[in-house]
């Protein structure tokens, strides 16, 4: 089936997930995305301009690093780390709206939006928007907002409009909601730059697609170093971005093992996670059909993660379609794991990872040691940790 | 036929237009809503649209979504509506009623199952904001078979190829989207609104209802001018909101908000 894979289908579907489950008045922004989107993909001009803002604006290829001393004293397989962290403004979220902002502009667009979590997604946007001279405005979880006080600050440097969003759980579904509610209200002039591989058709595919850069590098800075494909892929999922941009490129791959990590949060059994592929199951939010955290009665239930980028209800379709098949594995850290993981990279690299890449650091510490030294192990370091100082500073109960 | 399609042919009959107001299921508390039901056939509304609690409602403006949030504290859910609808349904056998909502408590309960409840707790119409015909077709299926209407949107961007379609696998009415926005959006443009279901009525046979933005009985009568059916939700909610803590003071209200577009919708062109 991953021998030759083709997903999605013309109208956005992955198996049973992904599809177009929008209002009516949102089919028709949506259908002149996905043709634009159709178009410039293969238009040379487009491909060239973003492949310099790639490589001058946001500092492409991101280095892939050999984690010495930490794969030592795990004692097991060779941890290579994906810099994702290294890029322009700090994580792999800029990949994309880079890519998407450019096809707003050449679609005519004036006035981007976006949802964010922890806010990467939301200073990524901010950015291309003050660099294209586009209006901006971010929706953002009231309680995210007080959590990740310093993206906030930094969006509204960059010339961004934050809204506080006060409905359902003020977090990162209740900013998508209003962000659908923008959008519905400003069709005509405004393009909406979704942050992960979720909404409708054509967002996961195109977002993986903007993502794909970090697996395509990966998979030949692994060639470089190593003389072969890595053995295991690890990265963390909220929505699954930065995962199914290492993924994606090694899907038909078979022999590299993937692992997707979502957040476990006070942990799966006490329900208070953000793990939908663990424990959710198959549902309609936001545009797409996927797995989902919910009740018996279909309504979307509170999700709790450490990590303001994973608390989210659902996951990128395409994700769930890698787990019915058995193609990547999906595993969950909890908050206290995470940190473990926060405090490892920090203290045996020097390298302070973001809480979100904190999941996927923690699941590598469980792996490592069961393979050997001659196997590789690739991690996505998704995004840098200077966004978590605060929330850091106070669990440790330090005044910043 | 369906009991929607019979009262609209009938109201067709006699000139008259559809006044059709939307509440959301156990707002403020569960057992409001059958009597306010009750209240609001006696006050001379055609077709009731219940709307059925979503945590996330997403093509929602803020009003509805409070009143979700209010329902959903009572643990109001899809299930429950439905026992209301049959409740509903144990005194009013004549009065179609539509339930209104969001994909994913339908496929909590699973397309057949949900098909089957709604018509044995006497539902007409389904309308489910988040599905579209190209996903839809399956669960259209499952209701036609049960004589239940698949209630489709329109908006003021809908192309003739979706006015075409819309008139193909839906029945029973079409909803007109008014304007571009989330429900109770104060920006209702007549002229608009005329164009386009004159260019709608080239494509379709269905009665249209119009919704979204009306919110009182002046615009209820422009609507009904223009129009089969004025669809009036969050002005009614709006009442709910403005008395929580005289929830029969919010039913009057109500009642006579409704009254009011009862009686300048039968006297147009007067």
């Not at chain 2, 029969?248 to 006297?267: F, G, W």
Request: aromatic letters at 6%; hydrophobic letters at 40%; one cysteine or more.
């Amino acid at each position: 089936m991953t021998e030759n894979y083709t997903m999605p289908d013309a109208r956005g579907h992955f198996g049973p997930y992904g599809g177009m489950f929008v209002a009516e008045t949102l089919i028709p922004p949506i259908q002149e995305l996905n043709a634009a989107y159709q178009h410039y993909l293969g238009d040379p001009d487009f491909i060239a301009e973003l492949d310099k803002d790639l490589q001058y604006y946001v500092g492409r290829p991101s280095p892939l690093y050999h984690a010495e001393r930490w794969s030592r004293e795990l004692g097991g397989a060779q941890i290579y780390l994906k810099r994702e962290d290294l890029n322009h403004t700090g994580s792999h979220k800029i990949n994309n709206t880079v890519g998407q902002a450019l096809l707003a502009k050449r679609m005519g667009k004036t006035r981007i939006i976006a949802e964010t979590g922890a806010g990467q997604h939301g200073v990524a946007t901010a950015t291309v928007a003050a660099r294209l001279g586009l209006e901006c405005v971010v929706y953002m979880g009231a309680v995210d907002v007080t959590r990740q006080s310093l993206n906030v600050y930094r969006m509204k440097l960059l010339g961004a409009t934050v809204v506080a969003v006060e409905s359902g759980s003020k977090t990162l579904k209740d900013a998508l909601n209003e962000a659908l509610r923008d959008w519905v209200t400003n069709v005509d002039n405004t393009f909406y730059i979704i942050g992960t591989v979720a909404g409708p058709h054509p967002y996961p595919a195109m977002v993986r697609d903007f993502q794909a850069i970090i697996g395509r590098e990966t998979k030949q800075q692994c060639l470089d170093a190593t003389g072969k494909l890595p053995d295991a892929l690890v990265a963390c999922v909220g929505g699954g971005s930065n995962a199914i941009g290492l993924f994606y490129p090694f899907i038909n791959d078979t022999q590299v093992a993937m692992y997707g990590v979502e957040a476990a949060g006070d942990g799966i059994e006490t329900g208070r996670h953000s793990a939908p592929l663990s424990a959710g199951r198959p549902g309609v939010l936001h545009g797409n059909r996927t797995y989902l955290m919910a009740d018996d009665d279909g309504e979307i239930i509170e999700t709790h993660s450490i990590s303001a980028g994973l608390d989210y209800p659902g996951v990128g379709p395409e994700h769930a379609w890698l787990k019915d098949t058995g193609r990547a594995h999906y595993a969950s850290i909890t908050d206290n794991e995470a940190l473990e993981g926060f405090y490892a990279l920090t203290r045996m690299e020097g390298i302070i990872p973001a809480l979100e890449s904190s999941h996927a650091m923690a699941y590598t510490m469980k792996l490592a040691p069961t393979l050997r030294p001659e196997q590789t192990i690739i991690v996505n370091l998704s995004g840098r940790g200077d966004k978590d100082m605060q929330t850091m500073a106070k669990r440790e109960g330090i005044e910043l | 036929m369906s009991r929607l399609s019979t009262t609209l042919e009938a109201l067709a009959k006699t000139g008259r237009k559809a006044l059709i107001p939307f509440v959301t299921a156990g707002d403020p508390y569960p057992e409001f809503t059958v009597p306010l039901m009750h209240a609001m056939v006696v006050a001379g509304v055609d077709i009731i649209e219940l709307g059925v609690p979503f945590s996330d409602p997403m093509a929602d403006g803020p009003v509805i979504q409070r009143a979700s949030e209010r329902a959903l504290a009572h643990k109001m859910s899809l299930r429950r509506t439905l026992l209301l609808a049959l409740e509903f349904r144990r005194t009013n056998q004549t009065t179609p009623l539509v339930l209104m909502g969001y994909l994913n408590p339908i496929e909590a309960m699973g397309y057949e199952e949900f098909a089957n409840a709604a018509q044995r707790a006497g539902v007409d119409g389904i309308l489910t904001v988040d599905l579209p015909p190209e996903e839809g077709t399956q669960c259209a299926e499952l209701l036609k078979a049960r004589d239940i209407d698949p209630i489709f949107l329109l908006a003021p961007n809908s192309s003739v190829e979706r006015i075409q379609k819309m008139d193909t696998v839906g029945s029973g009415y079409l909803y007109y989207v008014s304007l571009k926005g989330v429900t109770g959006a104060g920006h209702l443009d007549i002229a608009s609104v005329q164009t386009k279901v004159a260019e709608l009525r080239l494509h379709t046979q269905l009665p249209v209802a119009v919704g979204f933005g009306v919110k009182d009985a002046a615009t209820a009568k422009t609507i009904a001018g223009l129009a089969d059916g004025v669809v009036v939700g969050s002005a009614l909610i709006s009442k709910i909101e403005g008395n929580l803590d005289s929830p029969e003071q919010a039913k009057k209200e109500i009642i006579e908000l409704l009254a009011s577009m009862r009686l300048a919708m039968d006297t147009l062109g007067a």
